[in-house]
């Protein structure tokens, strides 16, 4: 059983739970290699009336994120807490516009990977040339590149373009993944990563690619997302199964993450 955190001020169990779900995404994100130095974020509503938000404090790795460093800010992107760690509200211009009009993208989380770039520079995106990519077959969202994510006109635009998909390519730019909670962010965002990476390694071989029918990737998509009516082809015990595996890594390789 792991000690009891010290955090800053009173937070209530739900809150804490949360805390330590973000922070372990954080951790996760920064063990499978896809941060950005101090720079992109992964936020978190909190309940209640305020829209408040759980963000990263500025300044810090994704490898250095504990629970109770979490920053709680409004959508604005100021901290609730002046006398807190600073926050950087530039870069919280997407995730405001997103939890703002996304009651159900309880999480949202921002990427610039390599593989992620590599297939955001291309004109067609992402390809179904994998069974990986077929759970993304006509859910991925694009979005045109405006410049440096600055500014605020930006925003309608950009969550028309995201429309109700769980994932978007920021094209010149990178990757985003909103979730329900923070673990369903994460999850999607290191399958759409891995699709991307699977795509950029099968090009590179220079043969033509294989991709099959649009029924059949259809088909494929339904049986991924788990929107198939046969009882047969659900896992309904997938999700939890890995997101406890993951914590499991945690405890093995950043245990602080908790605190």
């Known amino acids: 059983m792991k ?3 010290v955090h800053h001020g009173e937070a209530d169990d739900e809150e804490l739970r949360l805390r330590r779900e973000l922070a372990a995404v954080y951790r996760l994100v920064a063990h499978f290699g896809m941060t950005d130095l101090i720079f992109t974020h992964i936020s978190l509503r909190l ?3 305020g829209h408040h938000i759980l963000i990263n404090p500025y300044g810090f790795l994704f490898e250095e994120i504990t629970a109770s460093s979490l920053v709680r800010i409004g959508l604005d992107g100021q901290p609730l807490d002046a006398a807190g760690p600073p926050v950087n509200p530039a870069g919280f211009v997407i995730h405001s516009a997103i939890h703002r009009a996304r009651p159900d993208a309880h999480c949202v989380l921002h990427t610039h990977t390599e593989w992620g ?3 955001a520079a291309q004109r067609d995106g992402l390809r179904p ?3 990986i990519s077929m759970e993304f077959h006509g859910r991925v969202a694009y979005h045109d590149y405006e410049g440096v994510s600055l500014n605020p006109d930006e925003q309608e635009r950009l969550v028309e373009d995201l429309g109700p998909h769980p994932v978007m390519i920021l094209r010149n730019h990178g990757l985003l993944s909103v979730g329900s909670s923070a ?3 994460f999850l999607r ?3 759409l990563e891995k699709a991307c990476r699977i795509q950029i390694l099968a090009q590179s071989g220079g043969a033509q690619l294989v991709v099959p029918g649009d029924v059949v990737c259809k088909y494929a998509a339904r049986q991924l997302n788990v929107e198939t009516e ?3 082809l659900q896992d309904a015990l997938a999700y939890d199964l890995v997101w406890a595996a993951l914590l499991r890594l945690l405890d093995r390789v950043a245990p602080d993450y908790w605190i």
Do not use: L, S
């Open 47 to 49: 309940p209640g009336p």
């Open 230 to 232: 046969d009882p047969g």
């Open 183 to 185: 673990a369903q962010a």
């Open 189 to 191: 965002m290191y399958y």
């Open 129 to 131: 040339v994998n069974q």
């Open 3 to 5: 000690d009891e955190p």
């Open 117 to 119: 770039c590599a297939v």
